[in-house]
C-alpha cells in the first residue's frame, strides 16, 4: 500500500511556472503507474499527465508542450513541471498510484494562476 503526499501548489501569475511533487511512502513506486489529475471547480477530474513504470509518458492536449511528468523510483518521486501556467490551469492537482486493480491518491494540491 502506498500513502501520497502532494506539494507545491501556490499563487502564480499567467506564463509562470511551478513544480508539483508527490511524495510516496509505504511502498515503492518503481512499479505503479503515476499520475497527475486536476478538478477545477464546478467540472469533472481529469488526467493530466502518467507516466509508467517503464518511463512512458502521456500528456493531456491541453498541456502537451508546457507540463513535464517525471519520476525518481529511489526516492520514491514523482513531479509535474508546469510552464507557460494559464488561468485555465487552475485547478486542485491530484497524484495517483494504480497497478492492476489497486488505486491510491493523494490529498490534493491547489494552483491558483491569476495576475
Known amino acids: 500500500q502506498v500513502t501520497l503526499v502532494e506539494s507545491g501548489g501556490g499563487l502564480v501569475q499567467p506564463g509562470g511556472s511551478l513544480r508539483l511533487s508527490c511524495a510516496a511512502s509505504?511502498?515503492?513506486?518503481?512499479?505503479?503507474?503515476m499520475d497527475w489529475y486536476r478538478q477545477a471547480p464546478g467540472k469533472q477530474r481529469e488526467l493530466v499527465a502518467r507516466?509508467?513504470?517503464?518511463?512512458?509518458?502521456y500528456y493531456a492536449d491541453s498541456v502537451r508542450g508546457r507540463f513535464t511528468i517525471s519520476r525518481d523510483n529511489a526516492q520514491n518521486m514523482v513531479y509535474l513541471q508546469m510552464n507557460s501556467l494559464k488561468p485555465e490551469d487552475t485547478a486542485v492537482y491530484y497524484c495517483?498510484?494504480?497497478?492492476?486493480?489497486?488505486?491510491?491518491w493523494g490529498q490534493g494540491t491547489q494552483v491558483t494562476v491569476s495576475s
Open positions: 495517483n498510484a494504480h497497478r492492476g486493480i489497486y488505486d491510491s
Open positions: 507516466i509508467t513504470a517503464g518511463g512512458s509518458t
Open positions: 509505504g511502498s515503492s513506486t518503481s512499479i505503479y503507474v
